[in-house]
């Protein structure tokens, strides 16, 4: 759930949690409809959040990466890690000669 580009789903109940915050259930509304980034947005997104983990809401925000992507970035650290190896070495014997 990416905001500004995704569509934020309204859950009526966390409208009234927003209240309670001393947000305005009509600004709300509006900020998520527009999807904009602001403070409301971003209480709204973390509530849901917390009460998904509480298993109070089902999951909305969920973003699935492609296992394509996964496969390319386990090999970009493991090259990573290689380079580290492969120069290590040349620092370790740089500092014992000083």
Known sequence: MIIGK???PIEPSLLIHL???GFKRDYATSSLNRNKHNQVT???YLLHKRFEMEGKLAS???VKTTPAKDKKE????REKQ??????SPDIRVAFQQK
């Open 6 to 8: 995704n569509e934020i």
């Open 19 to 21: 209240e309670k915050f």
């Open 42 to 44: 971003t209480v709204y």
């Open 60 to 62: 909305c925000f969920k």
């Open 74 to 77: 386990k090999s970009m650290s």
């Open 82 to 87: 290689k380079v580290i190896d492969e120069t």
